[in-house]
């Protein structure tokens, strides 16, 4: 059975940093499957932030975020990593992450994702 488990959330102010982390079991990252990060504000619907493929090594970014995050991975920890920098209020959100097989999709919709993790609040203010 596919789990995965988000940490890493916390109230920053903004311009600061976090490092969200994605913690998988039932699979195994770097066999042909692609980890997307996610995240929902209260009222919004769920967006795509970032995916990365271990098929082909592709990374994604949706544009609000891009410079600012970056999405890793630790084969030996089986676990993805989302770096947040130059955090801004919008960016608050509950952060989610999910996977698929093979590739990152064009477009980060969440309809194409599986096995959710529960999600991590990340607030940004001051």
């Known amino acids: 059975q596919v789990q995965l488990v988000e940490s890493g959330g916390g109230l920053v102010q903004p311009g600061g940093s976090l490092r969200l982390s994605c913690a998988a079991s039932?699979?195994?990252?770097?066999?042909?499957?692609?980890i997307g990060w996610f995240r929902q504000a209260p009222g919004k619907e769920r967006e795509g932030v970032s995916c990365?493929?271990?098929?082909?090594?592709?990374?994604r970014y949706t544009d609000a975020v891009k410079g600012r995050f970056t999405i890793s991975r630790d084969n030996a920890k089986n676990t993805v990593y989302l770096q947040m920098n130059s955090l801004k209020a919008e960016d608050t959100a509950v952060y989610y992450c999910?996977?698929?097989?093979?590739?990152?999709?064009?477009?980060?919709?969440?309809?194409?994702?599986?096995?959710w993790g529960p999600g991590t609040q990340v607030t940004v203010s001051s």
């Open positions: 999910a996977q698929r097989p093979l590739y990152c999709p064009s477009r980060i919709l969440p309809v194409q994702f599986d096995s």
């Open positions: 990365l493929s271990s098929s082909d090594g592709t990374t």
């Open positions: 039932g699979l195994t990252l770097e066999n042909n499957y692609a």
